[in-house]
Nanobody
Framework: QVQLVESGGGSVQPGGSLRLSCAAS????????VGWFRQPPGKSREFVAR????????DYADSVQGRFTISRDNAKKMVYLQMNSLKPEDTAVYLC???????????????WGQGTQVIVSS
């Protein structure tokens, strides 16, 4: 079992930056791929970024490639999402996820955080 708690969301102007954090508990954290998803207002949840169990391999949605960076610290059981050059369309609830897997419908996960709100607006 893994419990996930996100923090770092807030309001920012277009072009600004935010860093999301996700604190994990559970003994097997280091053996799971982890990542971030988001759910924009009135839309379905979508994949944002993924990091392998070691953090050595990462994967991003096309919409955030080059602007967002995922990282993890297994010793601290933390996952981070650095978000730069934010756009209004990045507005969403961002969810941390663990034990990610690739399915026919895209990435999914076994464990989820509650989410943190990000609003990008002038």
């Amino acid at each position: 079992q893994v419990q996930l708690v996100e923090s770092g969301g807030g309001s920012v102007q277009p072009g600004g930056s935010l860093r999301l954090s996700c604190a994990a508990s559970g003994r097997a954290f280091g053996s799971y791929a982890v990542g971030w998803f988001r759910q924009p207002p009135g839309k379905s949840r979508e994949f944002v970024a993924r990091a392998s169990f070691s953090g050595g391999r990462t994967d991003y949605a096309d919409s955030v490639q080059g602007r967002f960076t995922i990282s993890r610290d297994n010793a601290k059981k933390m996952v981070y999402l650095q978000m730069n050059s934010l756009k209004p369309e990045d507005t969403a609830v961002y969810l941390c996820a663990a034990s990610m897997r690739l399915t026919a419908g895209g990435y999914d996960a076994d464990y989820w955080g509650q989410g943190t709100q990000v609003i990008v607006s002038s």
